[in-house]
């Protein structure tokens, strides 16, 4: 059990255009969702937390105009990077906290992300 | 400032040559310290969430214990499949957020 999946694995894309990627809890309801970057050989750095129906909380510097976070269930979580440019180009991985019980959070296996 | 810090950085091992990885911590107010698992190019995988000072948890070749100031992962007879950067994380009292450390880099040759 615990099993988050995400939505491209990797994607291309060309400066200035937007890129939507999709985390969700297969077989449990996550209460918060979490939204982390990772550049390499770097440990995990973590943008904003996001709650089913509310808004996200984003950490210091990162800008909520250009990564938009929506949670429109208890199982979806959406990141869309606005306008990329190629210092958007990471590794961004999502991670689901249960919706009862431990506080353990289960994370997604990544997807990457190139702007060209 | 809620911190954590692993050591070392890297290590390399013989395979079943047993060591122990270290994480410490300051952190206002423990909720729970996570060890994780991450491969290249993937995920972190959750290992061991340890929640006070004295708890042990094991899991076939790995033990992870924990004090007011530190946990350590031990890696008992490791096999080369166990070769990947381990992840150590603590939640504080009233956050869900996890503060990661730099991870352990462990590669166990045949």
């Known amino acids: 059990g615990a099993v988050v999946s995400q939505h491209p694995s990797w994607v291309i894309c060309k400066s200035g255009t937007s890129v939507k990627i999709e985390c969700r809890s297969l077989d449990f309801q996550a209460t918060t969702m979490f939204w982390y970057r990772q550049f390499p050989k770097q440990s995990l750095m973590l943008m904003a937390t996001s709650n089913e129906g509310s808004k996200a909380t984003y950490e210091q510097g990162v800008e909520k105009d250009k990564f938009l976070i929506n949670h429109a269930s208890l199982t979806l979580s959406t990141l869309t990077v606005t306008s990329a440019h190629p210092e958007d180009s990471s590794f961004y991985i999502c991670?689901?906290?249960?919706?009862?019980?431990?506080?353990?959070?289960?994370f997604g296996p990544g997807t990457r992300l190139t702007v060209t | 400032e809620d911190q954590v810090t692993q050591s070392p950085e890297a290590l390399r091992l013989q395979e079943g040559e047993s060591s122990s990885l270290n994480c410490s911590y300051t952190?206002?107010?423990?909720?729970?310290l996570f060890w994780y698992r991450q491969d290249p190019g993937k995920g972190p995988e959750f290992l061991f969430t340890l929640y006070s000072a004295g708890e042990e948890k094991e899991k076939e070749r790995l033990k992870a214990t924990l004090t007011k100031k530190e946990s350590f992962l031990h890696i008992t007879a490791p096999k080369p499949e166990d070769s990947a950067t381990y992840l150590c994380?603590?939640?504080?009292?009233?956050?869900?957020?996890?503060?990661f450390g730099t991870g352990t880099r462990l590669q166990v040759f045949p």
């Open positions: 994380a603590v939640q504080a009292g009233g956050t869900d957020k996890l503060i």
């Open positions: 991670s689901a906290q249960r919706l009862a019980g431990s506080y353990e959070q289960y």
């Open positions: 952190v206002s107010g423990l909720r729970g």
